[in-house]
């Protein structure tokens, strides 16, 4: 008999927790998960749920103009952003609701508020302490702003979410994933957008041709997309309006300003410096391969680790080390080859290496590249442009990287990335016949290699 209370006591029920807490518990384990704000974290309350449901709500303005060119008359049409968040907000309480119960039937014990590590075996939720045979860090991150003058004007994503109407002129600051989804949200719904990113292209980290082409494509629908651009200041004016003031000394009028400039690990007042838990410079929790912290019974996983900061990354990260502690099978996380997508509009999205990365690790490669208007837009008239790209491996014809910017780009790289998972050559693109007539189909048809 174990002389602690639970083999396993996680702090924070976001996409991580719950499911290392679950997992757990169905491999036996005696688990018991503290959240002191929402069941389902990040991703359920403020971030991919409500934010993708805002894309779609954003996206029908496109729909009915392409309509047209299809012989549909669309009268007046007007979007209600009360009806619409009020809509959001039911759905995040349906999903609330089904967290609780995932972990109340698998028997995790759930304490409602903010839970300290007193010591590598004990914590504190409240006026309760109990004692744990492991302890699991599963907190996240938090939205970080640059400490400019009137910052506080400004809100992040977390408060885009709640506004009590829509703006009529949104700023918005960085040049993230985050940034580029709520500036085609605001876009799409109805306000007039400026989007300012401090370095010369956005997206850093993408494909260089993704960036540029979804720069393009952005543009193209009225986004002010503007690049070199970062306020110094923001002021409320008399009339109720925020001016930021660039760092070039020119002005820019909104309503709104949102700024996405990254997150940080929430690891402050966990008592982790107590426990001697070793923290990054930059905040995250520092974890081994198999997400270990320097405390050998203290375990992190998700945004508070600052690996790869993705739902399912933290969700893998989570049953890998259920099946670690509880499953007999020590099972490191895998972060390569994690497909990923920006819910622009169009969306972007991408697998593997991009050209100037496996350039890098590969030496020779081979890319292939196709522009294209859709089939659609030859009937509605849109001037959009979809993107598509392979990186290959010279030497072993292996497609290291599969990018994407156009209508569905998500859909078609998930299937795209189970193929770049399990190593397909190019050979094998080529001998797939595509579906006709589709966008995807251009991925198992490029013949062409980009000259070097
Ligand atoms: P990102 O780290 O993706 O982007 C932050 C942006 O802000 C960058 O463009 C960065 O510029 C800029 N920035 C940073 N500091 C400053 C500053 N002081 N002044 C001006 N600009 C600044 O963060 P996000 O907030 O967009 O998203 C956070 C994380 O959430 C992402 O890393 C992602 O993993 C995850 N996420 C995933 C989504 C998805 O899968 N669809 C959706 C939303 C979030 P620079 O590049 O020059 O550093």
Known sequence: MSSTDYDLFTIGAGSGGVRASRISASLGARVAVAEERYLGGTCVNVGCVPKKLLVYASSFQEEFEDAAGFGWTVGDRTADWATLIANKDREIERLNGIYARLLDEAGVERFEGRARIVDPHTVRVGDRTVTAENILVATGSWPHLPEIPGIEHAITSNEAFYLESLPERVLVVGGGYIAVEFAGIFHGLGSRVTQLYRGPLFLRGFDDDVREALAEEIRKTGIDLRFGANPASIERATDGSLVATLEDGSRCEADTILYATGRRPLTADLGLEDAKVALAPSGAIVVDEYSRTSVENIWAIGDV?????????AIHEGMCLAATLFGGRPTAPVHEDVASAVFSQPPLATVGLTEAAARERYGEIDVYRTGFRELK????????RTLMKLVVDRATDR??????????AAEIIQGLAIAVKCGATKAQFDATIGIHPSSAEEFVTMREKVAD
């Open 305 to 313: 680790t600052d690996r790869l900061n993705l739902t399912p990354v």
């Open 399 to 408: 497609v290291v990287g599969a990018h994407m910017v156009g209508p569905h």
């Open 377 to 384: 837009h030859t009937l509605s008239g849109r001037d959009q």
